[in-house]
């Protein structure tokens, strides 16, 4: 069964859902996009979308600040998303990429005012990100986070991931999995698609929206699964790049990334350099939650059957 996307307003097969090479956003970057995780139960045989609601919520949010007018509510995306993935039919772990869009197909024209609007969904199958089951190498970038007096961080604009594509490229390229960013005032805040958390001493800490950090829909839930089920309250504070060589543990966080430990940074084993005993607990239970196996969390999962034949 070929993929299915929403494009234009209607439900198409996904090599069909194409773009003018004048649209706008296509040139300036003028759009705004979420990246939604689908885990496939294979018990239930259902896919359950996780925390579906939360990330049309946050994309709405940067639609307001890209000056980008949708005629569909948050529930509506929702039911969208879900007639996608159920007609994709896919039986395997997906990714799920709602983009809105300045559709208006003009150059050479920078203002947001006066400009068409769209947005598109699709799904793909889509396995590991990051290697979760082992710590990854990290190194601290030298391309700093943008700061909200260049481009708003608190939403995905697809201008803005310019940045952490050219940090992600660096580490790659000189052998580590993942970069580790600082922020202009040399506070550690993100990995380049990821929030960040340090454990030490027996506190758990990630830094604050103010160093210029997405608030992660990942993050507010390792924040509400350390305090719920293992009594840790998150710290959100200010972390300097040196506190991360003496952490106990240091995990990212994210929705391509899911939960996933750090070995070591600029070559300085963290820890141990093994995933630690915290950062072992919360993926387990988190990888149980988006699976829709904890029923004390199912109004975190939006369940999709997918249609055969």
């Not at 040139?27 to 939360?54: C, D, K, P, S």
């Not at 970038?141 to 803005?160: A, C, F, Q, Y």
């Not at 839930?221 to 790049?241: F, Q, S, T, W």
């Not at 350099?273 to 904890?294: A, C, E, P, S, W």
Request: hydrophobic share 40%; glycine share 8%; proline share 5%.
């Amino acid at each position: 069964m070929p993929s299915v996307a929403f494009h234009k307003g209607q439900f198409v097969p996904l090599e069909q859902a194409s773009i003018g090479i004048m649209t706008h956003a296509f040139h300036y970057g003028t759009a705004v996009f979420e990246g939604v995780r689908g885990n496939w139960n294979e018990e239930q045989g259902r896919m359950f979308i996780f925390r579906l609601r939360e990330h049309y919520e946050r994309l709405l949010a940067g639609c307001k600040i890209m000056r980008i007018k949708l005629p569909y509510s948050v529930q509506q995306l929702c039911d969208i998303t879900v007639e996608v993935v159920e007609r994709s039919g896919f039986t395997q772990d997906i990714y799920i990429r709602p983009l809105a869009y300045k559709a208006e197909e003009r150059v050479a024209y920078l203002n947001l005012g006066g400009l068409s609007d769209d947005i598109s969904v699709m799904a793909v199958p889509f396995g590991q990100y990051i290697d979760t089951d082992s710590p990854a190498k990290c190194c601290t970038s030298s391309w700093r986070r943008m700061e909200d007096t260049v481009i708003p961080p608190h939403v995905k604009i697809s201008g803005l991931y310019v940045n952490g594509i050219l940090a992600k490229t660096e580490a790659m390229a000189a052998g580590f999995d993942e970069a580790i960013m600082l922020n202009d005032k040399g506070y550690a805040c993100e990995g380049t698609g990821e929030n960040l958390f340090v454990y030490r001493n027996g506190q758990l800490a990630t830094p604050p929206l103010v160093d210029n950090v997405l608030p992660g829909i990942t993050r507010s839930c390792v924040m509400d699964i350390a305090k719920n089920e293992l009594g840790i309250a998150v710290v959100e504070r200010h972390i300097p790049r040196s506190e991360l060589y003496l952490a106990d543990e240091v995990f990212l966080t994210g929705t391509a990334a899911h939960l996933t430990a750090v070995g070591s940074l600029d070559n300085q084993v963290i820890g141990d350099g093994t995933m630690g005993r915290l950062t072992h607990q919360l993926q387990n239970l988190y990888f149980d939650i988006v699976r829709g196996k904890n029923s004390k969390y199912l109004h975190w999962c939006t369940p999709a059957t997918p249609r055969v034949g």
